[in-house]
């Protein structure tokens, strides 16, 4: 027994002390909420600089959907905004496709893989295993600098001459290599790059950081099969962050030094003007390669931590515990590895070869089996649930709708015979902005209005969190589900206009309804952004735990401080989805209540016990009564 108490304990207590000391010296401002190492404030940053990203990102995507649903029409306040790009109230052909390129980039890298990534990873890793803060503070806080860096950079890029990056957020060469190409392949190509590069460094840091604290700092009695999903989630983000982001910074170095230092990585047989270039022996297709090698795991880098999420929140509220535990895990490990070999799907219009063609098919198939095995559990811990209807819950409901429908179409984009057909309509925007953006929106929104309770000790409003939903839900089905019948009639993505195109005027209408369901949507943000932003300074103060949830993260004050817990971190006796369990007086069991005081409710599984139930019985149970010495006997057994 002696070695099961120290063990443990010496890497806890040194814990408490180091942080301990560092939480109590005098904070500037400087050193609370600018340059913090606390990871809760850490996550803040991410998340407000997430969304103020996000707001530029939508604003974009309604200038360039108001150019599609009125193409002739002039509107003075664009040249009021955009200046010599919406000179004339028309607005500029480049810019739009600047407008495309960077809508696209903000939104997949800056607010669903930082701003959800960055936030939630930060918030909730060292309070949901038991950790006073991150492994290295210092290295957290350089990640969200960087991250911060690289917005700014990026939104610097539309205030030079040439305007921002153009060549489309995948940024293929030969335009995104040739600086002459358009005026989008000029300096603003290079502030991207630059960016990006920042951003990658970010990422790399804090996904160093999520790994040693999941895997190193975990609580007493926190084993790998009692964490919640959550923290399996962002552990396995982080994972594919750290090798597949390297590939895409190689891939943009390689960039850089086609543009600026004459090589020919991807350049070959370019003829600009009439006249031919020097470059020889490059080739495009190895940047889709490198760009889609990191492009396919991103999909999951921002989908995963969204899934995690709503495995928290649908058990919370569900008041079930989540069905098949180990099978979503099994899921999420599946889900990381094959989506490593199912880049090529991307590229089935380079002229692959049709046997790789067809492997990558195989494999992107089978990656549909672990999605759809999330998507059936989710289904079954809510079927017969005593569901809470919180606006988190129905933005996680929202999120396996989006799934389960934007994974369908999936299946149609994975067979090549359709894809070659399908790949530039918009069939492809409505696929990708349904199951990848609709769906990690909503689980970022989701969490949001699970935890803003931990992240400010304050509730948001729920009426409005409702109207927020349903408002939200229903543009985004308008805005995205007819363009699938428009990418079915071969109707381009990224065209600046279709009137010249007599057998596309017909969709005209439907893309002035579109936009108008777009500005719907819009506008259902600012609800959220009012509800945000003021109920920090004046909503209703959070009890300690709002929802009655069993995680780590509900034990802690609800004032924040720089250590999390006062005294020694609890110890972790449970799973964390112990609800309405039969025999408890409670309809939730935290994880810190141990095994000897919820005798009338434990199970054989509470014990690691997977066999037949009347042999644990004779051979654990036969006093009647648990004592704490079997109890830790039993925990130290599992």
Excluded at 44 to 67: A, D, E, Y
Excluded at 141 to 163: C, D, I, K, N
Excluded at 613 to 632: G, N, R
């Amino acid at each position: 027994m002696a070695s099961q108490v120290i063990s443990p304990e010496a890497v806890h207590h040194h814990d408490v002390h180091g942080h301990d000391a560092h939480g109590h010296h005098h904070e500037t401002f400087w050193s609370k909420y600018v340059f913090s190492m606390d990871h809760k404030m850490i996550a803040k940053q991410f998340l407000i600089t997430g969304i103020i990203m996000g707001v530029i990102g939508m604003i974009f995507s309604i200038i360039f959907r108001i150019q599609l649903a009125w193409p002739d029409k002039e509107f003075p306040l664009f040249e009021v905004i955009l200046g010599k790009w919406g000179e004339g109230g028309r607005l500029n052909p480049s810019f739009y496709l600047s407008l495309v390129t960077i809508h696209g980039t903000i939104m997949v890298f800056f607010v669903l893989t930082a701003g959800l990534s960055g936030t939630f990873s930060n918030l909730l890793i060292p309070y949901q295993v038991g950790a006073r803060d991150m492994a290295s503070p210092f290295m957290n806080m350089l990640s969200y600098w960087f991250f911060f860096m690289a917005s700014v950079v990026m939104v610097s890029s539309f205030f030079v001459e040439t305007g921002p990056a153009g060549p489309g957020w995948t940024i293929y060469p030969p335009l995104s290599a040739l600086p002459k190409a358009m005026p989008g392949s000029g300096t603003g190509m290079t502030l991207w790059l630059i960016s990006m590069a920042m951003f990658v460094a970010s990422s790399l840091m804090g996904g160093i950081n999520y790994i040693s604290t999941i895997l190193n700092m975990r609580t007493k009695g926190m084993s790998m099969t009692r964490m919640p999903l959550t923290i399996w989630a962002f552990l396995l983000t982080a994972v594919l962050g750290l090798l597949s982001f390297p590939v895409l910074f190689a891939a943009v170095i390689l960039l850089i030094f086609d543009r600026s230092f004459g090589t020919s990585f991807y350049l070959s047989d370019i003829y600009i003007g009439g006249e031919a270039l020097p470059n020889t022996g490059g080739s495009p297709i190895l940047f889709q390669h490198l760009f889609w090698f990191l492009g396919h795991p991103e999909v999951y880098i921002i989908i995963m931590p969204a899934l995690g999420l709503t495995s928290e929140i649908i058990a919370t509220n569900a008041r079930k515990p989540i069905f098949g535990y180990r099978a979503m895990i099994g899921s999420l490990l599946g889900i990381s590895f094959l989506s490593f070999i199912v880049w090529g799907h991307h590229m089935f219009v380079t002229g692959m070869n049709p046997f790789l063609g067809s492997v990558f098919m195989f494999t992107t198939l089978i990656i549909a089996v672990p999605s759809a095995v999330k998507t059936f559990n989710y289904l079954a811990t809510l079927w017969k649930g005593n569901i809470r209807f919180t606006p988190a819950m129905l933005f996680a409901i929202g999120l396996v709708s989006f799934f389960i429908s934007g994974g369908v179409t999936g299946l149609w984009l994975g067979n090549p015979s359709m894809d070659i057909n399908l790949h530039d309509t918009y069939f492809v925007v409505a696929h990708f902005h349904i199951v990848m953006g609709c769906s990690a929106i909503f689980g970022m929104l989701a969490g949001v209005y699970h935890w803003y309770p931990k992240l400010f000790g304050k509730m948001m409003d729920a009426k409005l969190g409702y109207l927020h939903f349903w408002l939200t839900f229903i543009s985004a089905y308008l805005v995205f589900f007819p363009m699938h019948f428009m990418g079915l009639d071969g109707v381009p993505r990224r065209y600046y206009t279709f009137t010249e195109f007599e057998m596309f005027t017909k969709w005209l209408s439907l893309n002035k309804f579109i936009t108008i369901a777009a500005i719907l949507g819009a506008i259902a943000q600012v609800l959220f952004l009012y509800n945000f932003f003021v109920n920090i300074f004046k909503g209703k103060r959070a009890p300690q735990n709002p929802w009655e949830s069993n995680t780590l993260e509900w034990t802690t004050p609800v004032e924040h401080f720089h250590g999390n817990w006062p005294g020694e971190i609890p110890a972790v006796y449970r799973w964390p989805y112990d609800y309405s369990k039969p025999g408890a007086e409670k309809d939730f069991i935290p994880q810190t209540v141990s095994l000897s005081e919820t005798i009338s409710s434990n199970t054989p599984h509470d014990f690691g016990y997977h066999g037949d139930e009347s042999q644990f019985v004779h051979e654990f149970y036969q006093p009647k009564i648990l004592t704490v010495s079997q109890e830790q006997k039993a925990s130290e057994t599992n």
